[in-house]
């Protein structure tokens, strides 16, 4: 099993920068991708950052303002957030794929609320 636990949101004003952090821990192997999606209320879930070993991408509403990295050694994702506007306001949730027994498997964080606000 694989455990994601995200933390590092908040409330913020608008302009203002946060960091998220998830953590993994578990059976992490052979990971196909990391990504993080957000929510906001009554909205479905969209993806807003993707990182595999090679390249990583982003939604067009970030770009330029969001960065995702990833510590290795520690199995922990980072999305360090810039610039952040109203629209920005969401539950952000990690995810990890991974290949397990020939199919792909993916996890799921609890999620971390981000409020923009002034």
């Known amino acids: 099993q694989v455990q994601l636990v995200e933390s590092g949101g908040g409330l ?12 993994g821990s578990g059976s ?10 957000r929510q906001a209320p009554g909205k ?3 993806l807003v950052a ?19 990295s990833r510590d290795g050694a520690k199995n922990t994702v980072y999305l360090q ?8 306001t ?7 794929v991974i290949m397990d027994n020939g199919r792909l498997q993916d996890y799921w964080g ?9």
């Open 90 to 96: 969401a539950v952000y949730y990690c995810k990890i």
């Open 50 to 68: 993707s990182m595999t070993s090679s390249s990583t991408t982003y939604a067009d509403s970030v770009k330029g303002r969001f960065t995702m």
């Open 110 to 118: 609890q999620g971390t609320q981000v409020t923009v606000s002034s």
């Open 12 to 23: 913020v004003q608008p302009g203002g920068s946060l960091r998220l952090s998830c953590a």
């Open 81 to 88: 957030m810039n610039s952040l506007k109203f629209e920005d």
């Open 44 to 46: 479905q879930r969209d």
């Open 28 to 37: 992490i192997f052979s990971i196909n991708h990391w990504a993080w999606h």
